[in-house]
């Protein structure tokens, strides 16, 4: 046989020796997913139950969806695609009238794969109609602190960055971040329209000494220096709560009401690690789809690739009231609390590497 076709060898985790090793993580996973369910109930959350299978994935430049084809009883295919999170269909239940929703699924990311993350994870995100995004940031921290507790952690560890789940949570706006670790005046570089600019960010990453890389655009250097810079001192000692986001990097978010250059977005972090993702939800379906084409243009310059728009997804936003959303990294959460050091380790089964 020739080598091109031979079959890759079989993945690791089916054989008991590993399994063992696992197993005990994965038990505290399902007493996790147990207790955060109880939560949720507790709240008067509806469990929804959102397909994976969607005409748009979602129109974000920088993530990746797997593409399928559905074919129709006349034998016609039609491009589709598994979803990268659950957000335009519980955004249109919200429309049709549901009010506190929840989902617990799993959702698909291509190119990523890694300690932190998985091609196929799971996804816990849910939605307040007619509240503000601080209950869902409370929320959030509520259930982190439950994971801890149920696993009997009392301190999380990544990559030697203790965080204590239970203490109060550090509220830090991005601006506010990125003059304490980078030396940058963020918002000096937006206008008070919200648009951005390139070259003033890229003067301020020379004069605080961080090299510029050739590509200029703004939200290219905006994720080096939050990745680089920022983020592996968000969540050490306490939980970071990142907040206000410039507009630009929060396509599906609202403007904050009293500065138009920043949004109501925010994420959660724990010992230098993303785990929830929040919104102060926007709901004008004219700027909403907007965002989405100047999001799709982006995209294809970058990956020469766009995702069709979700119209129906955009119709429903007319009619779905104020309201709030998160989603958080269930497999993620696990991992601290259970002190896994890769998501393979709380993963059932996780997905076989290619050439592996």
């Known amino acids: 046989m020739s080598a091109s076709f031979r079959s890759p060898p079989a993945s690791p985790w089916w054989t008991p020796s590993v399994h063992a090793d696992r197993r005990p993580a994965l038990i505290m996973r399902n007493r996790i997913e147990a207790a955060l369910r109880g939560y949720l109930a507790g709240h008067d959350f509806l469990m929804v139950d959102p397909p994976g299978l969607q005409r748009s994935p979602g129109n974000e430049v920088h993530l990746h969806a797997f593409a ?107 601006a506010e971040a990125f003059v304490r670790y980078a030396g940058i005046d963020l918002l000096a570089t937006i206008g008070t329209d919200g648009a951005t600019d390139s070259a003033a960010l890229a003067g301020q990453m020379k004069a605080a000494g961080i090299a510029v890389p050739a590509e200029l655009d703004w939200s290219y250097l905006f994720t080096l220096i939050l990745t680089e810079r920022v983020e592996p001192h968000l969540g050490s000692g306490r939980i970071t709560i990142l907040d206000r986001y410039p507009a630009a990097e929060a396509a599906l978010a609202r403007r904050a009401a009293d500065d138009d250059r920043v949004a109501e977005r925010f994420e959660v972090y724990a010992s230098g690690i993303e785990l929830a993702n929040g919104f102060g939800e926007l709901t004008d379906p004219a700027e909403q789809r907007a965002r989405f084409l100047a999001e799709m243009a982006e995209k294809e ?31 993620r959460l696990v991992m601290l609390a259970t002190g896994a050091t890769r998501i393979e380790q709380v993963v059932w089964v996780p997905v076989a590497e290619a050439g592996a």
Not at 304 to 313: A, I, V
């Open 68 to 174: 399928t084809t559905t074919i129709g009883n006349d034998g016609v295919g039609h491009p589709y695609y598994l979803h990268t999170s659950p957000e335009f269909s519980m955004k249109k239940l919200l429309a049709a009238g549901e009010t506190r929703i929840a989902s617990l699924g799993h959702v698909w990311r291509n190119r990523e794969r890694g300690a932190l993350h998985h091609p196929e994870f799971t996804m816990l995100e849910w939605y307040r109609a007619g509240a503000p995004y601080e209950a869902v940031m409370e929320d959030c921290i509520a259930m982190i602190r439950l994971a801890a507790q149920t696993a009997g952690t009392t301190a999380f560890r990544w990559k030697g960055r203790d965080c204590d789940p239970q203490a109060e949570p550090e509220r830090l706006s991005v």
């Open 301 to 331: 310059r970058l990956y020469n690739e766009r995702y069709p728009l979700d119209e129906d997804f955009l119709a429903a936003l007319a009619v779905m009231p104020p309201a709030s959303g998160i989603a958080m990294g269930f497999d």
